[in-house]
């Protein structure tokens, strides 16, 4: 924890910090704008009737 200590005093407030302390996500993607897939699932092919 001392070393955890120097290296954020020397280079800044949370610089390092602990794996485990987690974060909390601020933003979310919006699945409304996402791209069709065509080239990757074919499923999202579109189907022409003739």
Do not use: W
């Not at 987690?22 to 003739?50: H, N, V, W």
Request: with cysteine.
């Amino acid at each position: 924890m001392t070393c955890m200590d120097s290296i954020n005093a020397r280079y800044g407030r949370s610089t390092v910090h602990i794996a485990a302390k987690g974060f909390e996500q601020k933003f979310a993607m919006r699945r409304a704008f996402l791209s069709s897939q065509y080239t990757t699932k074919l499923r999202d092919i579109p189907k022409i009737i003739c």
